[in-house]
């Protein structure tokens, strides 16, 4: 069944246009987001320590968790991104991750602790790989290559904002808060992901109903 859609060729987003980078933007931050989580606990060494009253080599423990699920989603996101989609996979990955950051600076205890980190490696598997699939499908493909080195570049800034910056904030208003404030953000990006990202340019004129339902 086709509907009548408002993209036309005058007004339908193009390749490389403004609404490509608004999009590729959000999934690159999200990217950022992740590895800012990637980093937080060496900001946090003395709180955590004191807090659950654990040594270097459980500490470790907790921050390796993030890396577990991380490494292992990786190959079968793929798969997931063609099958559900940028859009609702990296909102609902975004849900998770906010929701593991909540969990992590309400933990009183370490087993919540590592549920928390769990799921905040599990959220933030997908930004890179979506970044790359909306790259792949809004923009030229000579421009490929340099997205990806833009995403990564988001990455690593996100990684130095996540130690002085943060160190500060943790010493003004403690590691807990700095946590509920990521899992904000966290929740903020989901909503503007699922809101705004689409996982291809519309076709000029008409497109099918089930394109319309699924967000594409």
């Not at 099958?83 to 609702?88: A, E, P, Q, S, V």
């Not at 130095?160 to 700095?178: D, K, N, T, V």
């Amino acid at each position: 069944m086709l509907v009548t859609s408002p993209a036309t060729e005058d007004n339908a987003p193009r390749l490389g246009g403004g609404y490509a980078w608004f999009i590729w933007s959000l999934a690159a931050i999200s990217f950022g987001y992740a590895f800012f989580h990637r980093v937080t606990p060496s900001v946090m060494v003395s709180d955590l320590m004191t807090e659950f009253a654990i040594g270097g080599a459980m500490l470790g423990s907790l921050s390796a968790l993030y890396f577990y699920p991380y490494v292992l989603l990786q190959v079968p996101l793929g798969a997931m991104l063609e099958t559900f989609g940028t859009r609702r996979l990296l909102s609902a990955a975004l849900c998770l991750a906010a929701a593991g950051s909540f969990l992590f600076g309400t933990a009183e205890s370490l087993e919540a602790a590592y549920i928390g980190r769990i799921l905040i490696g599990i959220g933030s598997s997908v930004g890179f790989l979506g970044s790359l699939a909306l790259a792949s499908t809004w923009f030229p493909a000579h421009r490929f290559a340099f997205l990806a080195g833009l995403s990564m570049f988001t990455a690593m800034a996100s990684g130095m904002a996540a130690q002085a910056p943060l160190a500060y904030f943790i010493e003004a208003h403690g590691w807990r808060s700095s946590l509920m404030v990521l899992g904000t953000m966290g929740m903020v990006l989901a909503v503007l992901v699922f809101l705004f990202v689409r996982n291809r340019p519309p076709q000029t004129g008409q497109v099918s109903a089930g394109q319309v339902n699924d967000g594409q």
